[in-house]
């Protein structure tokens, strides 16, 4: 697996750099040497801000934690990795109607529940060109994580959405 590490605020000790791809290479034998992983350090006030993201083969597995220090933090880290993992592996043999194979898991203890929940709500609604000011306007509105327009400057469906900073993310979708 190829490992990216990137310091955003914050230096990664070459310690750490040697004990996260310890226990990321441990995850090779889900993907074998094709997938690459992106890891990123950061500080937040007085907590450690850990993210980690593996695609391989179009599909990606990403983990976000935030603890007094990095080292706790990929303890938290990569068993949600290796759950994410573990259940696309059973959705794909499912599929395929095979039995699952059984690697032996590094991070977790038991098989995670595989059900995906339902939708119970939906929501039908029409999109009426507004500039994206008047998203802005809405979502706080609103009380809304996000929002979903059509930008009458584009012509494109834009989702607006809220960040963790406070601050506003914007998602263009093409057709």
Do not use: W
């Not at 040497?33 to 993201?53: D, F």
């Not at 990569?78 to 043999?93: A, C, D, G, H, M």
């Not at 395929?96 to 038991?110: H, S």
């Amino acid at each position: 697996m190829k490992i990216t590490f990137v310091e955003n605020k914050f230096k990664i000790a070459k310690r750490f750099k040697d004990v996260m791809t310890e226990k990321l290479n441990k995850l090779d034998k889900y993907f074998g040497e094709t997938a690459s992983a992106r890891v990123v350090c950061s500080k937040q006030g007085k907590n450690e801000k850990l993210e980690v993201t593996i695609t391989n083969k179009g599909l990606l597995y990403r983990s976000e934690v935030t603890g007094l220090n990095n080292y706790e933090n990929i303890d938290l880290a990569l068993p949600k990795l290796e759950k994410q993992i573990v259940r696309n592996r059973e959705k794909l043999t499912q599929k395929k109607r095979t039995a699952p194979k059984n690697l032996g898991f590094e991070f977790l203890d038991e098989m995670p529940e595989l059900k995906l929940p339902e939708i119970y709500k939906k929501k039908v609604f029409d999109l009426e060109p507004i500039v994206l000011e008047d998203a802005k306007d809405a979502i706080e509105r609103l009380g809304h994580t996000f929002y979903i327009f059509l930008n009458a400057e584009t012509g494109k469906v834009n989702v607006l959405y809220r960040r963790n900073d406070e601050k506003f993310g914007l998602i263009e979708v093409n057709f």
